[in-house]
């Protein structure tokens, strides 16, 4: 049984790419091999090059880490951490449910 193609949204697709954009030009200004920043990141080049040129199946993390290392901001923060931020969103998923069922319909065969 062949597995169905995952596709993505234009959305994302738009971001992938424009993330992998700011990686490469970040890598470039620090005037850094992809053999360099891919051995950094802990990856194969050919990974990094996924990574730089938007690629959806590429681990986030790896994406991540290969930004954070060439100075590519992830997020707009104040101050030099995300640990605020962290906090208050997990404050807020403390007020939502902890799981999420679909409503169970009821058959109607009254006919």
Known sequence: ?????????????????LLGLHIKQGRKQLRMAEADLAERVGISRTTLQKIEKGDPFVEIGLAFEAAFLVGVPLFQIEGSTLAGRI???QDKLALLPK???KPRTEVNDDF
Do not use: F, G, V, Y
């Open 1 to 17: 049984m062949r597995k169905k193609p995952r596709t993505h949204s234009k959305a994302t697709r738009e971001a992938l790419s």
């Open 87 to 89: 906090e208050r969103a």
């Open 99 to 101: 799981a999420i069922r």
